[in-house]
T-cell receptor
């Protein structure tokens, strides 16, 4: 199956700093990628849909100025958490749709996640 | 809001079949039922999906009721490595293709 990677796998930062998380589709092209956040013992919450070459679409309640998303190529989307605070500590997961295989089903391939801890 | 509801947790003996139910009574005609699982601190893993026919692959079987209001994921011979949270998701095959996760079922396979 298709592979999605994330970097870094974990990061610890000080309050007030910004952190960038990368999401890459390794063996396929993805015009659409998704970003999720997951708090301990909770389900995944969709934050935004990342569209290659255009602005991301954010879910209700997600601050677009705090969570900056850039999707500059067909294999890379980045999420930047700006001015991070302890309440932003979470597990961030990306996913991507393989839109080049010609198959119509809607399977999303998920990255391994990035654990962010803000001190 | 998620369109699916699942039991919070289930236990299953190793080697036995694990049957995980999902209710999706408001599913629309163009929405497929997808199943994923998430092992602790990893990204979700695709298991299987279907529209209205029963489906089987090397991992599991998916049984969808005729009215499409519910489905059951069957792991035929559960192993300890199947311990995970299992998510059932109703996914449209047009438009935004967004996944809205529900709470999932925490399956514990017991030795």
């Amino acid at each position: 199956g298709a592979v999605v990677s994330q970097h870094p796998s974990w990061v610890i930062c000080k309050s007030g700093t910004s952190v960038k998380i990368e999401c890459r589709s390794l063996d396929f092209q993805a015009t659409t990628m998704f970003w999720y956040r997951q708090f301990p013992k909770q389900s995944l919450m969709l934050m935004a849909t990342s569209n290659e070459g255009s602005k991301a679409t954010y879910e209700q309640g997600v601050e677009k100025d705090k969570f900056l998303i850039n999707h500059a190529s067909l294999t890379l989307s980045t999420l930047t958490v700006t001015s991070a605070h302890p309440e932003d500590s979470s597990f961030y997961i990306c996913s991507a749709r393989d839109q080049t295989s010609g198959i119509s089903y809607n399977e999303q391939f998920f990255g391994p996640g990035t654990r962010l801890t803000v001190l | 809001d998620a369109k699916t509801t699942q039991p919070t947790s289930m236990d299953c003996a190793e080697g036995r079949a694990a049957n995980l139910p999902c209710n999706h009574s408001t599913i629309s005609g163009n929405e497929y039922v997808y199943w994923y699982r998430q092992i602790h601190s990893q990204g979700p893993q695709y298991i299987i999906h279907g529209l209205k026919n029963n489906e089987t692959n090397e991992m599991a079987s998916l049984i969808i009721t005729e009215d499409r209001k519910s489905s059951t994921l069957i792991l035929p011979h559960a192993t300890l490595r199947d311990t995970a949270v299992y998510y059932c998701i109703a996914v449209p095959h047009s438009g935004t293709y967004k996944y809205i996760f529900g709470t999932g079922t925490r399956l514990k396979v017991l030795a």
